[in-house]
């Protein structure tokens, strides 16, 4: 009787290749619960910063929200913007700002900016804001 024997060349380095697999998944499923552990615990160290909130809508002449008009936030007494951000698809927008008690102007910057149905928008006024401390002041950018 003849019996054949196939050696396969790669056969060990396979099995090799296995046993570096699962030495690498073993040695990460014990050290993951460890690290996960620490940065949990660094997570817990930092508390979040206090901060206030502006959140406000721009509304179009049709009382609807309007999007992507770019609104524009600075303290009060001072010339140049220091906060832009866009009104989303709600026509809303927010904007961290630092605690403590502060005036704010709060305006829409229409430069180039035409309605969908390609009409040039303006806008009714800007608004002041006071923040006394952490706290949310809600507005409302009203366009004509």
């Not at 990460?28 to 160290?45: F, G």
């Amino acid at each position: 009787m003849i019996t054949l024997r196939l050696s396969l060349p790669f056969v060990s380095s396979f099995r090799f290749f296995c046993r570096e697999i699962f030495t690498a998944l073993l040695f990460t499923a014990l050290c993951l619960p460890l690290i996960s552990a620490s940065s949990a615990a660094e997570r817990n160290d930092k508390k979040p910063r206090p901060y206030a909130l502006i959140f406000g809508t721009v509304w179009g002449p049709d009382d609807h929200p309007v999007y992507g008009v770019k609104v524009k936030i600075r303290r009060a007494g001072q010339k140049k913007p220091r906060w832009e951000l866009y009104s989303d698809h709600n026509g809303e927008f927010a904007q961290r700002l630092p605690t403590g008690k502060a005036d704010y102007v709060v305006w829409a910057d229409l430069q180039g900016y035409k309605s969908p149905a390609g009409k040039a928008l303006q806008l009714v006024s800007e608004v002041n804001v006071h923040i006394e401390n952490d706290e949310r002041a809600d507005i409302g950018l009203h366009l004509k």
